[in-house]
Nanobody, 121 residues
Framework: QAQLVESGGGLVQPGGSLRLSCVAS????????MGWYRQAPGKERELVAQ???????DYGDSVKGRFTTSRDNAKNTVYLQMNSLKPEDTAVYYC???????????????WGQGTQVTVSS
């Protein structure tokens, strides 16, 4: 099995910052892309940021210039630094990883349980 566990969510005022972390654990052979998605009430889940094992990044249009993703391959951890937060960033943020478990013939997509981020004064 493989598990993703997020941490770092919470309540922050507009203009503030938060840093999310996500650790992958279990019987993991390799991890390819890792990323962050978010889902606000009544809306579809959307891509926030993604990073490949080589460090190439991609961002959703609404967060470009404000959010930065990075990863520590040795720790199987991905981070999301969120700056200049806006009320519209309020959502549940989910970690995602495309990884191969030990002994598995192909990659699988795994999700964390989600962490709430609320931007409000």
């Amino acid at each position: 099995q493989a598990q993703l566990v997020e941490s770092g969510g919470g309540l922050v005022q507009p203009g503030g910052s938060l840093r999310l972390s996500c650790v992958a654990s279990g019987s993991i052979f390799s991890i390819n892309a890792m990323g962050w998605y978010r889902q606000a009430p009544g809306k579809e889940r959307e891509l926030v940021a993604q990073i490949t094992s080589g460090g190439r990044t991609d961002y959703g249009d609404s967060v470009k210039g404000r959010f930065t993703t990075s990863r520590d391959n040795a720790k199987n951890t991905v981070y999301l630094q969120m700056n200049s937060l806006k009320p519209e960033d309020t959502a549940v943020y989910y970690c995602n990883a495309n990884l191969r478990r030990v002994g598995a013939p192909y990659d699988g997509s795994y999700w964390g349980q989600g962490t709430q981020v609320t931007v409000s004064s």
